[in-house]
């Protein structure tokens, strides 16, 4: 399969023609969250991110095995293999048992992912279900010569990697540096070079969750599990690995070392990174006092917002940002989203009553030519929607009398903003009309109608302009018919 579609690629820094390894099929890898607290606004960012771009690979065609991880197991509080177990420190706090912490958070996530309309993946696989294949790559490793034990915990041996591979192929920084800026961690003097990292950790008599494994007792450092569940379910080498900007430099970095140190091929073609969030210009974070979480975001219990946000105004929003920009919260910057959001399904929602004219007096091709080469041009999702609210004032001046259209020109008009809007944009209408609700309409419609009939153009007006108030909009056509939507 051939297409058009150019990526930013993180390894090579540069953009590349989507060619995959084995076409039509795409393998798709995603670091998923961390389950041990409710899922952050940043890594929906990133999720959302990947949903768009997971759904234009199967609009164009492309069958795709989209593999997004749970960590639940082996994540410490910091990145050098240093400070308490997030689960087992969350599950104290709680006193629960770690799994039902794992429980708890994963349902949560999967609740949030729904609300913003994110298809889920093929397959999402544990860290705690797949132990076993972690442990056989930490022995491949091993017998490559690129790890060594001590006393039950095995290292990475990143200076023996250095000798033939580049550490930091995914970053571009100097070796040095990184020495520079990495401190001697206590309790960790048996690692021997200082950017050595845990493949597989030896468990304190305090530490709950535990393996058995050839090195003794313990647990699965961070990094070892996507490297290995990456390959049991994509291969040793595949498509797009993404994730969050934030994992570039330490996750992603050492995903790559373990990989190409037990399968000597590097693990994915195409790096992606999703770039952070901001609020009011200033880095979202809890010690800041500005981070929220979606659900504070969709009810408005928070006191940094105005009011709550519809999930779909809040994807629309994401949306209207490019994947590799940085994306920034605030009270207006919604509002304006919001308003956008509905101003594009109200114009979704008018295909239906478009009258089809004999005369075209419009070119429906070459808006879905530049739809595509938005989207083409690494999932240039903001220029789509810019050209999306073109074919919104196309809908508009057709419905309005203004522009007239053939039926093949309104059945494309469909078919585009079925493709873009609903397909790939993965929007929806969020407001139900119940059916009380249209026969009330349909009642204050008639008492409207039947003010104008009799000339009492001030009952009529009055009953337009309150609806308007209200958030609903009339509007009479040529044939004096009158429909409503929301504002």
């Given amino acids: ?173 100097q070796l040095d540096d990184l020495l520079e800026n990495t401190r001697e961690l206590g309790g960790q003097n048996e690692k021997r070079g200082r950017l050595d990292f845990a493949l597989w950790i030896k468990a304190k008599p305090e530490h709950i969750m535990r393996w058995p494994s050839p090195w003794g007792v313990g647990f699965p450092g961070w990094h070892i599990e996507c490297s290995a569940m990456s390959s049991k379910y994509l291969g040793d080498s595949f498509d797009i690995h993404g994730g969050g900007m934030d994992l570039a430099a330490t996750h992603h970095t050492n995903e790559i070392a373990q990989s190409q140190a037990c399968n000597q091929v590097q693990p994915a073609k195409y790096w992606m990174h999703t770039n952070m969030l901001t609020v009011n210009g200033a880095r979202m974070s809890k010690s800041k006092g500005n981070g929220f979480l979606p659900g504070e975001l969709f009810t408005g219990n928070h006191e940094l917002l105005s009011r709550g946000f519809s999930p779909m105004s809040v994807r629309f929003f994401m949306l209207q940002a490019h994947y590799r920009s940085t994306l920034d919260f605030s009270n207006e910057a919604l509002e304006a989203s919001d308003k956008g959001f509905k101003r594009l399904m109200n114009a979704y929602g008018l295909l239906e009553k478009l009258i089809a004219s004999p005369v075209s007096q419009m070119n429906i091709d070459d808006l879905s030519r530049r739809c595509y080469d938005a989207m083409n041009d690494d999932f240039n999702s903001p220029v789509l929607i810019a050209e999306l609210f073109e074919a919104v004032h196309l809908i508009n001046s057709i419905y309005d009398g203004k522009l007239s259209a053939t039926q093949s020109d309104i059945d494309n008009l469909k078919k585009l903003m079925d493709s873009f809007v609903l ?7 969020e407001t139900t009309q119940t059916d009380d609700l249209a026969k009330l309409m349909d009642f204050i419609i008639g008492l409207r109608s039947e003010a104008k009939f009799n000339k009492d153009y001030a009952t009529s007006d009055k009953i337009r302009i309150g609806l308007n108030s209200l958030g609903i909009q009339l509007k009479d056509n040529k044939e004096n018919v009158t429909t409503w939507n929301r504002v």
């Fill in 1 to 173: 399969m051939d297409s058009n579609l150019v990526i930013y690629n993180t390894l090579t820094r540069t953009k590349e023609k989507f060619e995959p390894v084995n076409p039509p099929l795409v393998g798709l890898y995603v670091c998923g969250p961390t389950v041990y607290s409710d899922v952050h606004l940043g890594n929906c960012r990133t999720f959302v991110s990947f949903d768009l771009i997971y759904r234009y690979l199967l609009h164009l065609g492309y069958k795709v095995r989209y593999v997004r991880n749970i960590t639940d197991a082996g994540h410490l509080e910091g990145d050098m293999d240093e400070g308490d177990d997030k689960f087992a420190k969350k599950a104290k706090l709680e006193q629960l048992e770690p799994m039902e912490i794992v429980q708890k958070y994963t349902i949560g996530f999967h609740d949030v992912m729904r609300l913003f309309n994110a298809l889920p993946p093929g397959i999402e696989p544990t860290a705690t279900g797949h132990i076993i294949e972690q442990i056989e790559m930490i022995k491949q490793i091993i017998a490559n010569g690129y790890a060594y034990e001590v006393e039950g915990t095995v290292y990475f041996d990143v200076e023996k990697y250095c000798r033939e591979y580049n550490y930091t192929i995914l970053t571009n920084r």
């Fill in 423 to 429: 397909d790939v944009l993965g929007l929806k209408e």
